[in-house]
């Protein structure tokens, strides 16, 4: 069993990463610290490398917001949608075990160390059309908006459950997450209007 003593530099670079989540060698400037002493740990085992400038604890269970960042970072033309998407509005109570990614249909599968990705694929447009950016440690992060997401939970309800959608909407709904006008875009985008349009009238 190795011991390892740690210096004063390698201290703070183990305990900033495990404050942050994932840590970033721009996150080291001001500081006076080598990007190296990253290479180092984790040549040591003590850090693992997520993807290009990503940086984590061995071992460590990202939070949610953290791998949220990693994903993004790693795959920039994504978009986290569906049951990810649900969770980051807090339209579900439910913690996907995977990152739910939209990518575009003709793009390679990405794959990161350490963060289970389910990928859907989407047109070009429909990578666009409902999507918000967020700054989620340092990272922008692409999310469907809450009435794009009920909508895509529809037209994917074969993969995820009809009752999944119905819970998505009513939340939706019910913490006025925005209007019944974006909703009905969003559906018409989708192509889904049909298929939603009961449910919305039951719930209007």
């Known amino acids: 069993m190795t011991i390892h003593r740690d210096n004063p530099t390698t201290r703070t670079v183990l305990d900033l990463v495990a404050a942050k ?7 080291l400037q001001g500081l006076g610290i080598a990007r190296t002493v990253l290479q180092r740990l984790e040549q040591q085992g003590r850090l693992t490398k997520l993807g290009r400038g990503l940086y984590a604890v061995a071992g460590a269970d990202l939070g949610e917001s953290a791998t949220l960042a990693a994903a993004s970072r790693r795959v920039p033309g994504g978009v986290i949608c569906l049951l990810s998407a649900l969770r980051f509005h807090e339209m579900t109570t439910e913690n996907p075990s995977e990152i739910w990614l939209a990518i575009d249909r003709k793009a390679r599968r990405p794959l990161i160390a350490g963060i289970p990705l389910r990928i859907v ?14 700054v989620i440690d340092g990272v922008d992060v692409r999310v469907t908006n809450p009435a794009r997401t009920v909508a895509d ?12 959608a119905l819970a998505a909407l009513q939340s939706y709904v019910r913490d006025r997450k925005g209007t019944a006008d974006d909703l009905w875009r969003a559906a018409v985008h989708c ?10 009238e039951s719930v209007s």
Do not use: Q
Request: glycine share 6%; with cysteine.
């Open 153 to 164: 939970c529809f037209k994917y309800r074969s993969k995820i459950g009809i009752d999944v």
């Open 121 to 134: 694929r989407f047109s070009a447009a429909l990578l666009r059309e409902g999507t918000e950016l967020h």
């Open 21 to 27: 989540g994932v840590l970033r060698p721009a996150d």
């Open 191 to 200: 192509r889904v209007a049909n298929v939603m349009r009961p449910y919305l």
